[in-house]
């Protein structure tokens, strides 16, 4: 259902009044096109507010709670009160969940509702506020696991999995990025290792595992991996390795067998020492 409201010439501001032309407000940030043009603000009410520039106007939204500020039911959004729904199920059916469910309108405002928190979630991203993007991102993921597990039409349980990936994706560079920014450059990779995890196993539950390979959002978190471990600090084996391969490169083979040498028995040693512990020597 569309809604169109028109300003009567009576009530119209005058010269000296507001003005609802929003041409001030966004005068001198001009629409990019391919980049995502963000900005945070401080509202009139002294609140911090995200602004996204679009190619006809601009998006506001609220940097917690809802985007749009409002409270659903009393509730952050309507994703918590449907959580709150079911606490209330339990307790007036003995603990169980059986008949609870979702109709197809609520499964289509929590989608609306989700794809506001996409907007935000992506603009967070790009104004490198991690943890809020790790906040809405998994926010996001509740609402694909609600759906799936109540939603009473099987289409409702299933529309918004596909953007499942992405969200891992994003909530995993998030993650990670925090983690990597503290010099916790291993823990970073782990988290990568684990949202490639996740999607490899999201297509291996619908069947296709051979969707992985090809999937946009593994690639990303794989160069993502790739940029950590540049960042590792290079083990003396890790350096041997490095410069025996420039040597035999550039033809010095005095050089490489020396080098070659080094690595066998530093390669060498962890095993003697694993077998002298096993026979009971260290």
Same mark, same amino acid.
């Given at each position: 259902?569309?809604?169109?409201?028109?300003?009567?010439?009576?009530?119209?501001?005058?010269?000296?009044?507001?003005?609802?032309?929003?041409?001030?407000?966004?005068?001198?940030?001009?629409y990019?096109?391919?980049?995502?043009?963000?900005?945070?603000?401080?509202?009139?009410?002294?609140?911090?507010?995200?602004?996204?520039?679009?190619?006809?106007?601009l998006?506001?939204?609220?940097?917690?709670g809802?985007?749009?500020?409002?409270?659903?039911?009393?509730?952050?959004?309507?994703?918590?009160?449907?959580?709150?729904?079911?606490?209330?199920?339990?307790?007036?059916?003995?603990?169980?969940?059986?008949?609870?469910?979702?109709?197809?309108?609520?499964?289509?405002?929590?989608?609306?509702?989700?794809?506001?928190?996409?907007?935000?979630?992506?603009?967070?991203?790009?104004?490198?506020?991690?943890?809020?993007?790790?906040?809405?991102?998994?926010?996001?993921? !509740? %609402? #694909?696991?609600?759906? &799936?597990?109540?939603?009473?039409?099987?289409?409702?349980?299933?529309? /918004? =999995?596909?953007?499942?990936?992405?969200?891992?994706?994003?909530?995993?560079?998030?993650?990670?990025?925090i983690?990597?920014?503290?010099?916790?450059?291993?823990?970073?990779?782990?988290?990568?290792?684990?949202?490639?995890?996740?999607?490899?196993?999201?297509?291996?539950?619908?069947?296709?595992a051979?969707?992985?390979?090809?999937?946009?959002?593994? !690639? %990303? #978190?794989?160069?993502? &991996?790739?940029?950590?471990?540049?960042?590792?600090?290079?083990?003396? /084996? =890790?350096?041997?390795?490095?410069?025996?391969?420039?040597?035999?490169?550039?033809?010095?083979?005095?050089?490489?067998?020396?080098?070659?040498?080094?690595?066998?028995?530093?390669?060498?040693?962890?095993k003697?020492?694993?077998?002298?512990?096993?026979?009971?020597?260290?």
């Amino acid at each position: 259902m569309s809604q169109v409201i028109e300003d009567n010439a009576d009530d119209a501001p005058d010269d000296n009044g507001p003005h609802k032309d929003i041409a001030p407000i966004i005068n001198g940030w001009g629409y990019e096109h391919g980049t995502i043009n963000v900005r945070r603000i401080v509202g009139l009410d002294g609140v911090p507010k995200l602004q996204m520039r679009l190619e006809l106007g601009l998006l506001q939204m609220e940097v917690t709670g809802r985007p749009d500020g409002t409270r659903p039911f009393g509730f952050e959004s309507l994703l918590e009160y449907h959580e709150h729904r079911i606490t209330e199920h339990k307790q007036t059916h003995n603990g169980t969940l059986q008949g609870f469910g979702l109709t197809s309108d609520h499964c289509q405002a929590l989608r609306e509702e989700a794809a506001m928190y996409y907007q935000r979630y992506l603009s967070l991203f790009v104004i490198g506020d991690f943890p809020a993007v790790v906040r809405d991102t998994s926010r996001n993921l !509740r %609402v #694909l696991d609600l759906c &799936g597990k109540f939603a009473a039409d099987e289409q409702d349980k299933l529309v /918004l =999995e596909q953007y499942r990936p992405y969200i891992i994706m994003m909530r995993t560079r998030a993650s990670a990025t925090i983690l990597a920014k503290e010099q916790k450059l291993h823990q970073a990779l782990d988290l990568v290792r684990d949202g490639l995890a996740q999607i490899r196993n999201f297509f291996e539950k619908f069947g296709h595992a051979e969707a992985f390979e090809q999937c946009e959002e593994a !690639r %990303v #978190l794989k160069r993502f &991996g790739r940029e950590i471990k540049k960042k590792l600090p290079v083990g003396e /084996l =890790e350096r041997l390795q490095r410069r025996l391969k420039k040597a035999v490169v550039s033809e010095q083979y005095e050089l490489a067998a020396k080098l070659r040498d080094q690595i066998t028995a530093m390669e060498v040693q962890p095993k003697l020492i694993q077998d002298a512990g096993a026979k009971g020597d260290v």
